[in-house]
Nanobody, 123 residues
């Protein structure tokens, strides 16, 4: 099993930055692909970014390209989401997810999820 815990969320003004972390309790950390998703109240969970299992590929939703970056530190069993130029529409609970997805954009493809961390961006 894999247990994930997100951290780094909080309240920030529009234009500010936050760095989210996801710590994993697994000895096979490097085996997994991972994704970042977010969900605002009353809305569907949406894809944000992913780090693929093979190669060093990263994927981003069109809405955050050039705004967010993603990284992974296998030695620390931690993945990161750097969020810059934040906007009120970025307000959501952010989740990290691990698995071996065939399609990194679909939340149903992932096996393990963290409890989420709240990000609130004020106007």
């Amino acid at each position: 099993q894999v247990q994930l815990v997100e951290s780094g969320g909080g309240l920030v003004q529009a234009g500010g930055s936050l760095r989210l972390s996801c710590a994993a309790s697994t000895r096979t950390f490097s085996w997994f692909g991972m994704g970042w998703f977010r969900q605002a109240p009353g809305k569907e969970r949406e894809f944000v970014a992913a780090f693929t299992r093979s190669g060093n590929n990263t994927l981003f939703a069109d809405s955050v390209k050039g705004q967010f970056t993603i990284s992974r530190n296998n030695a620390k069993n931690t993945v990161y989401l750097q969020m810059n130029s934040l906007k009120p529409e970025d307000t959501a609970v952010y989740y990290c997810a691990f698995g071996a997805p065939s399609n990194y954009y679909f939340s149903s493809e992932y096996d393990y999820w963290g409890p989420g961390t709240q990000v609130t961006v004020s106007a």
